[in-house]
């Protein structure tokens, strides 16, 4: 956010002009600023009321406004920006910044904006979402450079965008990086068996559980003729560490963006100590030398899993 002024000696007084959410209005030598509430106290004085014990900080100009809801799920690829900001300072542009937790991509664009008044203005930008989680943040530019004003999560969901798949059924091909730099497709699979199990999170109690019982018992696998494979949204570089550190003898795969999840239809919404998001349904596939799934174990716990799938081949 611009700065208005700076205060510079600790514990001074500020005469405060109104207050909005976390903001103070306070009155400084250079003119109107914004003050977080939290550098500074209120007295209870007569107006206007002083604001004590400010420490040496800049008062800001901030964005005036909130996301209806602050965090949300949606299942459309954008949504509407419609903000009222208020700037005391001659600010210069906005922006939106759209950063996307699961593979670490940013987009950014240019936000729109109409004044209605001397100091305000509003917003009005169609923000594009990635898969997945979103953290979106406004930023203000000017003199000082870019500063953060305001974030909010926005989780796009893929959840009943794919039927749920049977037993017979042609299992849905994918090309996926792997965790030793190159990419396995399932279609050059064809004429071997696959066991593809999917699986939440690298180096969780669970999941390194379920990993360390497959390559305990991969020989029995390939005895059996089965190439087992595991996939979760993990980037490539996790994937070689968590491999490393168990010593793991068969392919990680990155589905970073939950595509091929959504295709086999584990990415879906899950509940957790009163909590609902989407994420991995722990699950497996047995797919054979045609590309066909004749077996699926859905929602599976970690602990003896493999142990019976050992008894089912």
């Known amino acids: 956010m611009p700065a208005v002024a700076?205060?510079?000696?600790?514990?001074?007084?500020?005469?405060?002009?109104?207050?909005?959410?976390?903001?103070?209005?306070?009155?400084?030598p250079a003119g109107d600023g914004w003050l977080p509430a939290k550098d500074g106290k209120r007295t209870g004085g007569e107006a206007p009321e002083p604001i004590e014990g400010v420490r040496e900080v800049l008062a800001q100009s901030p964005i005036i406004g909130t996301w209806q809801p602050a965090t949300m799920l949606t299942d459309k690829s954008t949504i509407d920006l419609d903000l009222k900001a208020n700037d005391e300072t001659s600010i210069k542009d906005y922006y939106i910044f759209v950063y996307n937790r699961t593979n670490s991509t940013v987009n950014t664009r240019k936000v729109r904006y109409q004044r209605v008044g001397k100091h305000d203005l509003e917003l009005t930008s169609n923000v594009p979402l990635f898969e997945g989680m979103n953290r979106i943040a406004i930023y203000v530019r000017d003199g000082d450079g870019m500063t953060s004003t305001r974030s909010a999560y926005v989780f796009r969901k893929r959840h009943g965008t794919n039927p749920k798949l049977s037993v017979g059924d042609q299992a849905p091909d994918f090309e996926l990086e792997s965790d030793?730099?190159?990419?396995?497709?399932?279609?050059?699979?064809?004429?071997?068996?696959?066991?593809?199990?999917?699986?939440?999170?690298?180096?969780?109690?669970?999941?390194?559980?379920?990993?360390?019982?497959?390559?305990?018992?991969?020989?029995?696998?390939?005895?059996?003729?089965?190439?087992?494979?595991?996939?979760?949204?993990?980037?490539?570089?996790?994937?070689?560490?968590?491999?490393?550190?168990?010593?793991?003898n068969f392919p990680l795969l990155?589905?970073?963006?939950?595509?091929?999840?959504?295709?086999?239809?584990?990415?879906?919404?899950?509940?957790?100590?009163?909590?609902?998001y989407m994420g991995i349904v722990r699950s497996t596939f047995f797919i054979?030398?045609?590309?066909?799934?004749?077996?699926?174990?859905?929602?599976?716990?970690?602990?003896?899993?493999?142990?019976?799938?050992?008894?089912?081949?």
């Open 254 to 276: 990155a589905d970073t963006d939950n595509s091929v999840a959504d295709a086999y239809g584990v990415w879906r919404e899950k509940k957790n100590f009163g909590k609902t």
């Open 6 to 28: 700076r205060v510079t000696a600790a514990g001074s007084k500020l005469p405060l002009l109104g207050k909005q959410g976390d903001w103070f209005k306070v009155k400084l």
């Open 180 to 248: 030793d730099s190159g990419t396995i497709k399932l279609a050059d699979l064809r004429g071997k068996k696959v066991i593809l199990y999917f699986y939440p999170k690298d180096m969780t109690p669970g999941c390194t559980t379920q990993a360390c019982d497959f390559r305990d018992n991969q020989s029995a696998f390939e005895d059996a003729g089965y190439t087992v494979l595991g996939v979760s949204p993990d980037p490539v570089k996790r994937h070689a560490k968590f491999r490393e550190k168990h010593d793991l």
């Open 288 to 313: 054979d030398e045609e590309g066909k799934l004749t077996d699926i174990q859905d929602n599976v716990r970690a602990k003896g899993h493999v142990e019976r799938l050992i008894e089912a081949i």
